[in-house]
């Protein structure tokens, strides 16, 4: 559970990257497999807010595992940062920003999710 956590946590932070760039990719990418009634704003907001919610999730559960709440607060941060700079600013410097502050919460999450498991993988010697 906590392992799909932390890959969820990355997967929506690198989705969260890619968002500046969501719509024109979207007007291509979509067409091409056919799903081109979905290339709107519509179906763009839809897959914001799916990256930033399968972040958020995954970080809070990460952060439950190894009890660093830190990136899971980043994360947050940056979430509604992109969120208002996507939907009411149209601010790019927002939005790059907001998406390199869900990389970095991403990449420290996993940090301190390797970081909790190398303790927790030491054997334990056996009393007889």
């Known amino acids: 559970m906590a392992r799909s956590a932390s890959f969820l946590a990355a997967m929506g932070g690198c989705l969260g990257v890619f968002c500046p760039a969501c719509i024109p990719a979207l007007a291509v990418f979509l067409p091409t497999i056919g799903l081109g009634f979905l290339a709107s704003l519509t179906a763009s907001w839809l897959l914001l807010l799916v990256a930033v ?3 958020l999730l995954g970080l809070h559960l990460s952060a439950l595992v190894h009890r660093r709440h830190a990136p899971f607060f980043i994360g ?3 979430s509604l940062l992109l969120i208002a700079g996507r939907g009411f600013f149209l601010d790019r410097v927002m939005i790059w920003t907001a998406s390199a502050g869900l990389l ?3 990449v420290w999450d996993y940090r301190c999710r390797r970081k909790s498991t190398a303790a927790v993988c030491v054997p334990a010697t056996t009393v007889r």
Do not use: H, Q, S, W
């Open 53 to 55: 919610g399968g972040a």
């Open 76 to 78: 947050l941060f940056a």
């Open 104 to 106: 970095i919460a991403a």
